[in-house]
C-alpha cells in the first residue's frame, strides 16, 4: 500500500492535461532519457555491484510506465499498484535508498533538453515556464510514492529475514548437556539486540563418547540470513568431520578449502577448533583467527593465542598449528565470538578485561551459570544494546 497521490486533489484539470501532454512529448525520447538516466546514476556508482542492464530493465519499466500513466490518467492505480513492485525490484537489486532523491535528479537532467522542444504554444495557455514547474512538482510526488514503497519493501524483506534467521539459528542450535564425563560445559546463545541483525555465531560439542569431545564456537563474517546458512553448514561440516576422526588439522584444512572455494572475496570464518582427551585432560586446540578464548586457572587469567592461523577461508593454501594445554581441576576455559569484547559504552569496549572480570567474580558458579552471567555483564556494560550475535562456551573438567 502507497501513499496513494490523489492526483485530481494536488493538481488541477488544467495541470493534469500539461502532464499528459508534457508525457506524449517525452514519450517520443523516451529510450534516449532512460539511457542517459541510467550512465548518469553508473558513473555516480550507485553500487558498483549493480550491472546497467538491471538498472537499465528497473528504470525502462519506471519512466516508461510513468509516461503511460500520465497520459491514460491512471495515474492514482499506477503509483498504488505498479510503483511497489518497482520498489521491490530496487531493494532486491540493492539499489542504496539514499540515491533515490539522487536519481531525480540525475532524471531532470536527461529530459530536460527535450523538455525545452515543447514552445510557448504547444497547449493553449501553456507557457513554457508552466511546463518546467508542473513536472517538477509531480516528479517530487512520485519520488515521494517510490521512496515509500522502497522503504515498505525493505521493512518488509528485513523482518522476513530477520524472522527467518532466527529460526535457522534456533532450529538448528545443537542441544549440549551440561555435563559429559568429567566435562561441565555451559553453552549459551544471544541475538543482537540492536537492530534486530542476525549474525553467523554458532558453536558444537561433538561428544564420541565420556572419554572425548570436539570443540566448536564460530563466527561467520557479514550479518543477515545468508551469515545465518553458513553458520549452520560450517557446523554440519565440523560435526561430519568430527565424527569421522579426523584430526584438528586435517578438519582446518578441510573447512578451509570449502569455504575459500565458496565464500566471497570479502568473507571468512572464524573458529576455535578443540579436541578434549579426558582421560588426560588434555585439550588440543586450533584457533583460525578467533579471539583467544581465556583461561582462568588457580585465580589467574591468561588469553590462549588467536593470531597463529588465519581465519578459514581467506587463503587457499593456509596451514594450521595446533596448540595444547592440560585443563587442571580447577581450570576455566571461556570461548566466546567476537559480539562480546566488542560490545561498547561510549567508544570503549567490553574487551578481554571485561570477560576476566566477569569470570572470576562467577567462577565457582556452575558454567551454563557463569556463561550467561557474563552475557549479561556484557549486555550491561553497553546499555542493554549489543550491535553482534553471541555465542560463548565455558569448559570446566572437575
Given at each position: ?107 531532470e537532467e ?225 570461548i566466546y565470538t567476537d ?60
Open positions: 500500500m502507497a501513499l496513494s497521490l490523489d492526483i485530481n486533489r494536488h493538481f488541477s484539470p488544467g495541470d493534469i492535461a500539461k502532464l499528459r501532454e508534457i508525457a506524449e512529448h517525452l514519450t517520443l525520447h523516451a529510450e534516449e532519457i532512460v539511457n542517459d538516466w541510467v550512465d548518469r546514476q553508473m558513473r555516480f556508482e550507485v553500487n558498483s555491484k549493480i550491472s546497467r542492464e538491471k538498472l537499465l530493465s528497473i528504470f525502462t519499466t519506471l519512466f516508461y510506465g510513468t509516461l503511460d500513466a500520465l497520459r491514460t490518467g491512471n495515474i492514482k492505480q499506477y503509483l498504488s499498484v505498479q510503483l511497489p513492485l518497482i520498489g521491490k525490484s530496487l531493494v532486491e537489486i540493492g539499489f542504496p535508498y539514499e540515491h533515490l532523491v539522487i536519481t531525480v535528479h540525475f532524471l536527461s529530459y530536460l533538453p527535450y523538455l525545452a522542444e515543447i514552445k510557448e504554444g504547444f497547449a493553449p495557455g501553456m507557457p513554457a515556464i508552466d511546463i518546467y514547474i508542473v513536472i517538477d512538482e509531480f516528479w517530487h510526488f512520485w519520488i515521494a510514492e517510490l521512496s515509500y514503497a522502497y522503504f515498505r519493501e525493505f521493512h518488509r524483506s528485513l523482518l522476513e529475514e530477520v524472522e527467518m534467521g532466527r529460526s535457522i539459528q534456533e532450529s538448528m542450535r545443537p542441544v549440549i548437556p551440561p555435563q559429559i564425563g568429567c566435562l561441565e560445559i555451559g553453552a549459551f546463545y544471544a541475538s543482537a539486540t540492536s537492530g534486530a541483525k542476525i549474525g553467523g555465531d554458532t558453536y558444537d560439542v561433538v561428544s564420541h563418547d565420556e572419554i572425548a569431545q570436539d570443540i566448536l564456537v564460530s563466527d561467520f563474517s557479514g550479518k543477515g540470513l545468508r551469515a545465518a546458512v553458513k553458520a549452520a553448514n560450517i557446523r554440519a561440516l565440523f560435526r561430519g568431520f568430527a565424527i569421522e576422526g579426523d584430526s584438528l588439522e586435517l578438519i582446518a584444512n578441510r573447512l578451509n578449502q570449502i569455504l575459500f572455494n565458496e565464500l566471497a572475496e570479502d568473507e571468512f570464518n572464524t573458529a576455535f577448533l578443540a579436541h578434549f582427551d579426558q582421560k588426560n585432560r588434555l585439550l588440543r586446540y586450533v584457533n583460525a583467527g578467533h579471539p583467544g578464548p581465556v583461561l582462568l586457572e588457580d585465580g589467574n587469567s591468561s588469553v590462549l593465542s588467536e593470531n597463529e592461523n588465519p581465519a578459514l577461508g581467506m587463503f587457499k593454501d593456509a596451514i594450521f598449528s595446533e596448540r595444547s594445554l592440560t585443563l587442571k581441576p580447577t581450570s576455566l576455559l571461556v559480539g562480546v569484547i566488542e560490545a561498547r559504552n561510549n567508544g570503549k569496549f567490553f574487551g578481554i578485561e571485561g570477560v576476566v572480570k566477569s569470570i572470576k567474580r562467577n567462577q565457582e558458579k556452575f558454567p551454563a551459570d557463569a556463561a550467561e552471567l557474563l552475557w549479561l555483564d556484557c549486555l550491561e556494560f553497553a546499555n542493554g544494546k549489543v550491535d553482534d550475535d553471541v555465542a560463548i562456551l565455558v569448559l570446566r573438567c572437575e
